[in-house]
């Protein structure tokens, strides 16, 4: 391999990124979670349990796996662009029609088709603090402005660090576009309620397009949580993303979907890209539709696991946020970056919500996907192991 | 289903279509070819054949397929954001750098990034007439100007409609940030030779990118035929894309790859979203890389297969456009979407390159994907059934 290719260039490299549109080059681009082979060669582990990413610890669908194994792939063959036996799947499955549907690779790819349609410079998007990381990122890669909204605080009595919806409201302006909300909210598990979404909805612009993120709905259930693809018969602005990443457990194949007004969907067409989704993703979602036992037992299990390790922090005295989704965040203490890499040295992968100093807000959080009892009770065993060392280590040194 | 979810709601849909950009909503989104199962309900057909698409005919890579049926695939875990393994296999393929490669969903999507870190409203992107249709979509979707250069003529000598470089090179002005130029180009097929594209980058400002689309070089072979992933050493303001859609036969997975400057690619990688390439994608795509074999046969089927359908054309006196690609396009003298028509009652699918009027430049010509050597008899059986025909009712009725 020439090692020295670039290196003549390094100049004119410094050119071509000047080129770059300037809100372009001040992204700092989305930091994934560390695939378990990398940490493995890092730290010569074999057993190692990742719960960083809201993967469904079930596995697959079987439903979609089966399928996929029994089919003949053609994989010379262009996928169908139009997506059209998911989104028949999709109609029966919701009640919807195919002129309310995008697809995307992955519910990520449709909330880069709201910006890219609706955002630019002079536009702004309204989200909340401690949102999901995309919705800064797809604002920002069209020039747009970021207007993120204070959380509630830390010491509200029921929903800590949750959306505050009446100051999102106040925070729209003659520029808002676009307003981000996840429900459950990724990466802090709360949630706004059927009354306070539709009296939100119903304060908000009919101009403004309020995409209501659900990658974590189908793990809920609870009468007053509200169902975004009820509501958008109501509201034409609403825009609603699904995943089959999450409950689903098809991740690794990026599909998700869209619901929204067909005069919106069709303005996504057009900055969709023609074969955004691939051809076995497409098979494989709409058997998992329909894999209601999978789907159960996954929601099921998930509870379980929530519950126990809400209980579990409880019991230690460790505030965690009250979440309705496949993850739980807890309060650490000590900054979450310290805590990501002494639990890493144990093989188990979580998700820092900070980095290695305290900066105030969920700096000190760490968010861990809720696993199997096992799982779990091998996570909580680690931060027995590592939290009173490192506690001490801080106490040690003040 | 409830049909009139939205029928009350005509206005607020216009209302919100209003509010996307205006050059999104000028966007005519991109036509992908007909599916082969929506041609065979439309028509009450069983065989169908498909030459549209540019697929290999021979199928996927067996590699690539036998490689993922292997596999336990884990479909609930998030690809590899970063590509780690498939870009080691491309670094070992073609002697690069991983710090110079962007993995993409398809070249479509790379294409794309291009657009959005280095084009916006005020810019302007350059390309021949008769290219990629891509180009202009990614290009639009952005707000910046699209500027089609006109190509060489329909009697130029060696390469009618081929791309116009001393042209292009004129048409690039203080606003151009992007140049694309497809070798081979699509939908034509014709190219530009080692000594003519050098002698264009060393013309084009080093602030300015061209995107070399190498989507369809594999299938060259040709001693004086350019090769980007080459070039890309001398010019550090060139991004070469390829992709495993069409000689690797993985269109359904949807993987491609650029190489580029280190510096140039971290601008890209801040706008690519950060799980684009699917799990078996990436692992299919570097099974294919090594298929030496079937990308050997391919390539000679091809041009058996080429070499075939020029002689057919040329024994009936209809004009081909030059190819060095895995298509050809034909002049068949009557509107391209009138034969288009004809041959779908036939069960053959082609890319007509016009509607059902004469507009000029390539609307009379139609893309026919080399298939092996049944499709192409049938193909040319159909075109002989049909053309007579319609040349005879145009002829009637004039």
Redesign the interface.
Known sequence: ???S??SD??H??????G???DY??A?S??V??K?I??VAREFGLTDILKLA?N??????SPR??ET?RAQN??????????G?ALKAAL?QQF???P??IVLG??S??LL?MVA??????GRNAVFSAYAFA?YALATQ?T?AQVKVVPALPPEHPTMPFGADLPSMLRAIDAET?VVFLANPNNPTGTWVDQDALEAFLRAVP????VVLDEAYSEYVDRPDFPDGLMLC?QF??LVVTRTF?KIY??????VGFAVA????V??L????????V????LI?AEAALQDEDFLAHSRQVNAVGLRFLQQAFQTRGMATIPSLANFITVLVGIPAGIVFDALLREGVIIRPLGGRVDTGGISCHIRITIGTQAQNERVLAALDRVLPQLLGAKGGSS
């Open positions: 391999m020439n090692n290719q670039w260039s390094a004119e490299g410094e050119i071509l990124a080129q770059a549109l372009v080059r992204i681009p989305y994934t979670g695939p082979d990398a990413s993967e469904n610890p079930l596995g697959a979609a796996t996929l792939w053609d994989l010379n063959i262009y996928p169908d662009g139009g059209y109609v009640d919807l029609e002129s309310g690779n992955g990520n790819d880069e890219r349609a609706y955002l630019a410079p995309v890669a020039g576009h009919p101009t403004v397009l018969r034409p602005n990443s457990g098809l991740a690794a194949l990026r007004h067909p005069a919106v069709a303005m067409d057009r900055v969709r890209q023609p074969f955004n691939n051809h076995l993703a494989a």
